[in-house]
Nanobody, 125 residues
Framework: QVQLVESGGGLVQPGGSLRLSCAAS????????MGWFRQAPGKEREFVAT????????DYADSVKGRFTMSRDNAKNTLYLQMNSLRPEDTAVYYC??????????????????WGRGTQVTVSS
């Protein structure tokens, strides 16, 4: 398994931007498809975005499409989530997650084996 640590969360006004990062351990980061998920208070964890192991393919939830951009730098073992035009409903704890090595990206949280501890994003005026 890969160890994951998220950072970059915080308080932002509606319409603002944040960039989340997820640092991964080890030398095999480039073999993992990755995902971002989020969980708001009182709600189930939900899919946000996924990216293939080489970064060539991404997929987004409809609720964030056109506002969020997921990317990765395999040389730096780091995953990113650029979040623009933030809305109050984006408030949640954001988690990065990894599938097992060499598997395709997936929207399902149950198909991810490694998780970070999360970073809080709060969108409020």
């Amino acid at each position: 398994q890969v160890q994951l640590v998220e950072s970059g969360g915080g308080l932002v006004q509606p319409g603002g931007s944040l960039r989340l990062s997820c640092a991964a351990s080890g030398r095999t980061f480039g073999t993992y498809a990755m995902g971002w998920f989020r969980q708001a208070p009182g709600k189930e964890r939900e899919f946000v975005a996924t990216i293939s192991s080489n970064g060539g393919s991404t997929d987004y939830a409809d609720s964030v499409k056109g506002r969020f951009t997921m990317s990765r730098d395999n040389a730096k073992n780091t995953l990113y989530l650029q979040m623009n035009s933030l809305r109050p409903e984006d408030t949640a704890v954001y988690y990065c997650a990894a599938r097992s090595r060499y598997l395709r990206a997936s929207r399902y949280s149950s198909e991810h084996d490694s998780w970070g501890r999360g970073t809080q994003v709060t969108v409020s005026s």
